[in-house]
């Protein structure tokens, strides 16, 4: 398990490894789907750059049924983020729309195979009842089926990363863990 940051250098002029396979967590989905989320901006460039204009690197990004329920669920919070932050209020009719836009946009990346289903299995749940206490129950799904197939894992949730080296030995094999720091929120 190594952690590389999407915005530093080295990961700049490499880029992700060709053929990876990488499990996509649910506020990277959401960044990248909703433009009122803080890593809005950082998410967008690092598809742009090096997902969907990388012709050299075949990737295979995947999610499961627990991270889109935790962005369905999510939907609304980058608005209410966003109102907090600017001392605005966003109209019904401005967070209706983008509620229906940002799943209208998550389904098409479904439907055209841009996000891949990847979900678990027995050895996966086991390994979710192991490090379920350290990294709570959501993240231990993900990071569980991550480990199970020992692909990476992309995610800009700090405090996921710091929980996932404190069960690193338990998760062995979960190949990169991409990840950014709070300096690139907007």
Do not use: C, R
């Amino acid at each position: 398990m190594q952690k590389i940051d999407f915005n530093g250098s080295i990961f700049k002029k490499k880029g992700f490894e060709n053929e990876e396979d990488i499990l996509i967590d649910s506020g990277v989905i959401l960044a990248y789907l909703n433009a009122y989320d803080s890593w809005h901006n950082t998410v967008t460039e690092l598809f742009d750059n090096h997902i969907f204009n990388n012709v050299d690197n075949v990737l295979f990004l995947y999610v499961n049924p627990t991270i889109i329920n935790e962005v369905t669920h999510l939907l609304t919070k980058p608005a209410i983020q966003y109102e907090k932050k600017h001392g605005v209020t966003l109209s019904d009719t401005d967070k209706e729309s983008m509620l229906i836009s940002t799943a209208a946009k998550l389904k098409q990346s479904i439907e055209n195979e841009i996000f891949l289903i990847l979900d678990g299995n027995k050895a996966s749940i086991l390994k979710q009842l192991e490090v379920f206490n350290t990294l709570g129950a959501v993240d231990a799904v993900n990071a569980s089926i991550a480990n199970e197939f020992g692909i990476s894992f992309l995610t800009v949730d700090n405090k996921l990363v710091k929980n996932l080296f404190k069960v690193k030995n338990q998760l062995s094999d979960i190949h990169n863990i991409y990840y950014t720091n709070h300096t690139y929120q907007t």
